[in-house]
């Protein structure tokens, strides 16, 4: 049976990773950011990693299901937040996304429910109890994920709303939906594609635009994507070494410590060093299934699968993003990204995984 | 550290109030984990599909474009060649500027109004440029304004950073500086940007959208070698377009100079004598070809075209009733009136026609075909030397009707009339000498024996230009040999003789002497103390009713040479509507004299190393 575990029962395979993982994002955003006005970025990366790493611990010391039984309250504090934001938040690069704290700090609440919505999910489905899951079930859960969904894309933050998707299919594919209703998922994708499309905002519409034809738009969205294209591609089998990148480092890659720190990074370590960072997650995918293949209860499956299929989401889009195969959504790639909401949300989902984790099944 | 014991079997009611019958196995969804694995790979394969694509196929293809990115070539103007005149003088010189471009890479048409508010454009004209170029290549930059003002180059400093108009950039360039009143515009032309229309032509594919060229005259027949070869430097920029780092420079290779054979004194000598006028002349050596000077009134300002004219400046010069931009000596084309008598007598002796003793009686005019064709005076009987001083038109009545209308224009011919002199000149006008057969193919109509009458005294269909005429008359005066009038030395001369009997030439000459020092019409290019030599002519450019009813007035002309024997200058001279060609005698008369004051006072050499030779030309 489940029994407490030490120290030694931390994922430390997972933790090693991770450590790579932000030990190469905070050398790429130092290679990117020195000599700018955002030179000092790097550092502050490292505070936010140390601090992660604090929170990942702390979260993991705590029994997971101290959480769960608290899902639907923290959902709803998560809703009102996200009304909070859309109502009072800070404006910046045309979206509201930031409630300010006290200290100059912004949070931006909407990366914080992507972990509520792992808990909200876990315990909804759990709680059924069922080999199957009902239609009737899976609607309902689709329709309350779907609020605080709603409210992101109105900040308008459409890819942040967009990784909510992953969590809920990733829950609604182990909770076991018949084949047929996936089936009926995909034709009702199909018929509500346009209708959707009909209802983005232009720079979202323009941004699906210059994806399918980056040259029609060289100066905005598709401009991003060819230059990160040619980042990507001038930097060859090995790159160009650190702070040599001539893409990055002469900014024609925009962002390129954010959004596009991947492209950045392989401009400058080359098809070699994307493979280690790729392996990297590889392996921080495979540790987080293999914590949920040995959770004590469903609940612990469905926390550990919902953050793997939501960091899955975050590598495919955004380095999809960065070869010009997906467009451009503004959604940072978990760890490596400059920004203390991504490091720190990433660093609790973390958490919950390891409280499963350290809970585990031992024969 | 520890983690605190599991708290399950307490939250369990919580959850749950129904006891725990249903299965809460982990183990579950084993299968749908493996495919979320299976899933994970996919993704991966994907994404690395990319990379190898991007990164192991073609890199090469990536790297020149961010090569491309990061290297900017910045052109480094080539000055043009600077133009002398036969003394070493600078008549065109040039100057550099600051010249303001708009890289389209940083450029936002938004900000288009406020540039041009801020350097006093044109909006509409901004845009239309900038539209124009839209079609064109990324990195090829848009000239806007050159020679920025103090005022502009502060505004462009103040202005160009990242955040207001980064497309804002400033380059070097050369400028070409002519003379400002005007003097010898026509001959020396003026440059431009070419045009599009130019670019489709073959013989200017050799230049590049937005280079300046030589438009017109001098600048452009020997474009080529004025024009030199553009420089570049590159730099290192980043996406702004902010140079970081100069990798390299080419320097320009600036144009030759080009010298010509026009001296300024002369030139300027003979602008002065034209001034209120509209006319030509024309100086040349008759011994060489050498255009010594080369006039034309009214003239134009070629600085205002040097780059790209202002279209108000445009219409100003091409709706002027003068023609500004006609280059009389060149392009004029009239009838020569009676300075083509030289040539008929020439002809006449030539033929046998007439000899020295030959007389012709001027009754006021004479009846031919049954038409009667007035003398302006009743001369009595005259003799060829007469009839030259006179002018008698009775004389070469007779004369023309005895010669035929094909031998003058063979004669006519002979000497140049008629078709280009093949001056290193652009767009020379060939005037007209009539004949049968030019009647026939032109107008499919015979030829009338009295249409002979009129041309024999320079009337009719003859026109002649004033170069053509100066070259005809220099040609007879040195004995019968018509060198290829030039304004460069390496110019090709390509010498028409004709054997003349240097008698019939001594007397044509000696008729021509009379004209200036024998009481004829041409006393007034008389200078007391040296032999002149000339011929007036006072030529109708439309019919006498005409004439009257909207006042016109005839055409002034003279030409003359000096010294009568071996001569070393011609001069022609055209008046427009001078009213009689003893007018026209004076400004020959002082081009001549220029000529002949400097031999006796050569230009110093402390003026023409002084830096700045000629004050007159920058006031």
């Not at chain 1, 050398?27 to 936010?48: N, R």
């Not at chain 2, 900038?130 to 000239?143: A, G, L, Q, T």
């Not at chain 2, 053509?468 to 010498?495: C, E, F, N, S, Y």
């Amino acid at each position: 049976m489940t029994q407490t575990r030490g120290v030694k029962d931390f994922d430390w395979a997972m933790f090693a990773v991770v450590l790579a993982i932000c030990s190469l994002g905070v050398l790429q955003i130092f290679s990117a950011t020195h000599e700018t006005a955002f030179q000092g970025s790097w550092w502050k990366q490292t505070l936010y990693v140390v601090a992660g790493i604090g929170l990942m611990w702390a979260v993991a010391s705590i029994d997971y299901h101290a959480w769960m039984s608290r899902a639907y309250p923290l959902y709803l504090v998560a809703v009102i937040l996200l009304v909070v934001v859309l109502l009072f938040g800070r404006r910046a690069f045309g979206s509201t996304r930031w409630i300010g704290m006290p200290g100059g700090l912004r949070l931006q609440v909407s990366e914080f429910t992507k972990i509520v919505i792992v808990l909200f999910v876990a315990r909804y489905l759990s709680d059924l109890r069922n080999d199957v899951l009902e239609i009737r079930d899976a609607l309902k859960l689709t329709g309350l994920v779907a609020i605080p969904m709603a409210l992101v894309a109105k900040e308008p933050d459409l890819g942040t709303a967009l990784t909510y998707v992953p969590i809920l299919a990733g829950g609604v594919l182990i909770a076991g939906l018949r084949w047929k209703y996936w089936a009926m998922l995909g034709l009702i994708c199909v018929v509500v594609f346009p209708v959707a499309y009909a209802t983005l905002q232009p720079y979202q519409k323009a941004r699906i635009v210059s994806f399918l034809d980056p040259g029609r738009d060289p100066q905005g969205t598709g401009y991003q994507l060819i230059q990160s294209k040619i980042a990507v591609g001038s930097g060859g089998t090995w790159g160009k070494g650190v702070t040599k990148g001539t893409q990055t480092q002469l900014r024609f890659l925009p962002v390129p410590h954010t959004d596009f720190i991947f492209s950045a990074f392989a401009e400058e370590h080359g098809f070699v060093g994307v493979m280690a960072v790729l392996g990297l997650y590889f392996i921080l995918l495979m540790q987080v299934v293999q914590n949920a293949q040995t959770s004590p209860d469903r609940a612990g499956v469905f926390i550990c699968m919902g953050v793997g299929a939501l960091v899955l989401f975050h590598i495919l889009v955004n380095v999809g993003m960065v070869v010009g195969r997906m467009p451009v959504t503004g959604i940072p790639l978990p760890l490596m990204s400059y920004g203390g909401s991504s490091i720190w949300s990433t660093f609790l989902m973390l958490g919950l995984v390891n409280s499963v984790r350290v809970r585990r099944f031992v024969n | 550290m520890t983690f605190p014991p599991n708290e399950r079997k307490r939250e369990e009611p919580q959850l749950d109030l129904k006891p725990i019958k249903l299965k809460d196995n982990p183990r579950f969804a084993a299968a749908k984990m493996a495919a979320f694995q299976y899933v994970t790979v996919a993704i991966f394969l994907f994404l690395i599909s990319g990379f190898w694509e991007l990164q192991i196929k073609s890199p090469e293809i990536y790297n020149e474009r961010a090569e491309k990115n990061r290297i900017k070539a910045f052109p480094i103007v080539a000055p043009r060649g600077k133009i002398l005149d036969r003394d070493g003088r600078v008549i065109v010189d040039n100057h550099s500027t600051w010249s303001l471009i708009l890289s389209r890479e940083n450029l936002r048409d938004e900000h288009l109004h406020e540039i041009a508010e801020g350097l006093h454009l044109d909006y509409d004209d901004l845009l239309k440029r900038v539209n124009r170029f839209r079609k064109r290549s990324h990195y090829e930059p848009i000239i806007i304004k050159e020679e920025l003002t103090p005022a502009d180059l502060a505004f462009v400093d103040s202005h160009r950073d990242p955040e207001t108009f980064p497309e804002l950039e400033l380059i070097e360039s050369q400028r070409r500086l002519y003379p400002d009143n005007g003097i010898l515009a026509h001959t020396i032309g003026y440059t431009g940007e070419i045009s599009e229309s130019e670019l489709d032509i073959p013989e200017y594919a050799k230049y590049d959208q937005g280079q300046i060229i030589g438009k017109t005259g001098i600048e452009k027949q020997y474009n080529d070698s004025l024009m030199g070869i553009d420089g570049e430097r590159q730099a290192l920029v980043d996406n702004l377009g902010r140079e970081r780092e100069v990798l390299g420079i080419k320097p320009a290779k600036p144009g030759r100079n080009l010298q010509l054979t026009v001296d300024l004194d002369l030139q300027v000598v003979a602008e002065l004598a034209l001034e209120g006028k509209r006319g030509g002349v024309v100086a040349l050596d008759p011994n060489t070809g050498e255009v010594l000077a080369m006039a034309s009134r009214p003239t134009f300002d070629p600085n205002k075209f040097a780059v790209r004219i202002k279209t108000k400046d445009w219409q100003e010069i091409t709706g002027d009733p003068g023609n500004p931009l006609l280059s009389r000596p060149l392009q004029a084309q009239f009838a020569p009136g009676s300075t083509f008598k030289p040539i008929m007598a020439i002809a006449a002796l030539e033929t046998g026609n007439i000899d020295e003793n030959t007389t012709f009686n001027c009754p006021g005019g004479a009846t031919f075909f049954g038409h009667f064709y007035k003398c302006h005076m009743t001369h009595g009987p005259t003799s060829l030397h007469r009839g030259i001083t006179q002018s008698c038109d009775t004389y070469f009545y007779n004369v023309g009707n005895k010669m035929g209308i094909d031998d003058i224009a063979y004669y006519a011919h002979l000497t140049g009339l008629g078709s280009k002199t093949g001056i290193d000149l652009p767009n020379e006008a060939s005037g007209t000498v009539p004949s049968t057969e030019w009647k026939l193919r032109n107008y499919r109509q015979k030829w009338y024996a009295g249409e002979t009458i009129s041309v024999s005294i320079g009337q009719g269909a003859l026109t002649v230009t004033p170069l053509q005429l100066a070259r005809a008359i220099g040609g007879l005066a040195i004995g019968g040999v018509w060198h290829t009038p030039r304004l460069t030395r390496q110019a090709k001369d390509d010498p028409k003789e004709w054997a003349l009997n240097q008698e019939n030439v001594r007397r044509v000459v000696a008729g021509m002497f009379g004209v200036v020092n024998e009481g004829g019409t041409g006393i007034r290019a008389r200078i007391p103390g040296m032999d002149i030599c000339g011929k007036t002519g006072s030529a109708q450019t439309v019919s006498n009713d005409y004439a009257k009813a909207h006042n016109i007035k005839d055409n002034a002309w003279f030409v003359g040479f000096a010294p009568c024997y071996k001569p070393e200058i011609v001069v022609a001279v055209l008046w427009e509507e001078g009213v009689h060609g003893q007018f026209a005698a004076p400004i020959a008369r002082d081009v001549m004299k220029a000529y002949f004051d400097k031999k006796v006072h050569p230009v110093e050499q402390t003026r023409l190393e002084s830096k700045d030779p000629l004050p007159a030309l920058h006031p």
